[in-house]
């Protein structure tokens, strides 16, 4: 790996949290090139308010009221950035010395407004290079007035009080980075499972109201947009396919090759394909229940 440059860049780093202590402190250190960082906690209580500070990074504290704005959107609106470019990162995940360089040099561009990052799972031990997963594009560094996260109008259902399956819509013009962010969301089964119990609920109450009442301020599914916009058209239409839970696990372990991940892609796809049948079950509760 190339070594770090003293020099601090032009840039803000926003990092929301809440009882992050376990990956805080690793997650400062990787992007420490940056002049500021600003860490927005939701009244943490392990600790992570210290750790934060002793990185030398800003705090401050988020109290939701249950309605918008969300965490990263009230970040964006409300602290007085320093700096005209943000990179946000989420506590697990590391900025490493490749992407640092590739983010220097972007942050210089006069003609690009926002960049996608891409995002490298672990699981199980190992890094997913497959399954869908990998490369995972995410609009993560932007001209922080440019930029703002969706907003999909549901109630709290286990999602918190932060952005996480939203995405940022940005009034300008993007690029690509290639060198990949670490991510190590799913250290093992237990934490995947957890997680996406809570967002198997998100997934289904949003399509849910996606479907009954879209607005301006959700990205759009079209296939004639951005790839993040076919991307949620070719979402929409398989909500509507039979055998979903099953059909999932071919697109991840075939059509993707999730099998070129050996045992983890096979625990991936199939941890995906339960995944999908929680989506399927929730949101016939939810109509059932709007119905009744």
């Keep these: 790996m ?3 440059s003293d020099v601090r860049a032009p840039l803000s780093v926003l990092v929301p949290v809440k009882n992050e202590a ?3 402190r690793d997650c400062l250190a990787s992007v420490a090139f940056a002049r500021e960082t600003v860490v927005v906690d939701s009244g943490s209580t392990d600790g992570t308010q210290a750790i934060a500070r002793s990185a030398g990074a800003q705090v401050v504290q988020f109290a939701w009221n249950g309605k918008f704005p969300r965490k990263k959107n009230w970040a964006l ?5 320093h700096n005209e470019w943000v990179l946000i990162v989420d506590a697990d995940e590391r900025v490493t010395p490749e992407l640092e360089r590739e ?3 972007a942050i210089r561009r006069t003609d690009v407004d926002g960049f996608y990052l891409n995002r490298r799972f672990w699981f199980l031990d190992g890094w997913i ?3 869908g997963y990998f490369p995972s594009w995410n609009l993560r560094l932007f001209r922080h007035r440019l930029g703002r996260y969706e907003q999909i109008d549901i109630d709290d259902v286990l999602s918190g009080d932060n952005e996480v ?4 819509l940005l009034n300008g013009r993007t690029e690509y980075l290639s060198a990949p962010m670490e991510h190590y969301a799913f250290p093992d089964a237990a934490t995947f499972v957890e997680k996406h119990n809570r967002y198997s609920t998100w997934e289904a109450a949003a399509f849910v109201r996606l479907h009954q009442r879209p607005n301006e301020k959700t990205l759009r599914a079209t296939p004639f947009g951005t790839a993040l916009e076919r991307k949620r058209w070719l979402r ?6 039979p055998f979903r839970p099953s059909l999932r696990f071919l697109y991840h372990y075939i059509w993707k090759q999730g099998f070129r991940d050996g045992y983890r892609g ?3 796809c199939r941890l995906l394909a339960w995944y999908e049948r929680l989506i399927v079950l929730k949101q016939r509760e939810m109509k059932a229940g709007a119905s009744g």
């Design 22 to 24: 376990t990956n805080l």
């Design 129 to 131: 290079n497959h399954c």
């Design 2 to 4: 190339s070594e770090r």
């Design 236 to 241: 929409k239409l398989a909500m509507s396919t």
């Design 77 to 81: 609106e409300n602290i007085p950035w």
């Design 165 to 168: 399956h939203e995405h940022v």
């Design 103 to 105: 983010i220097r040099g």
């Design 266 to 268: 096979w625990v991936l």
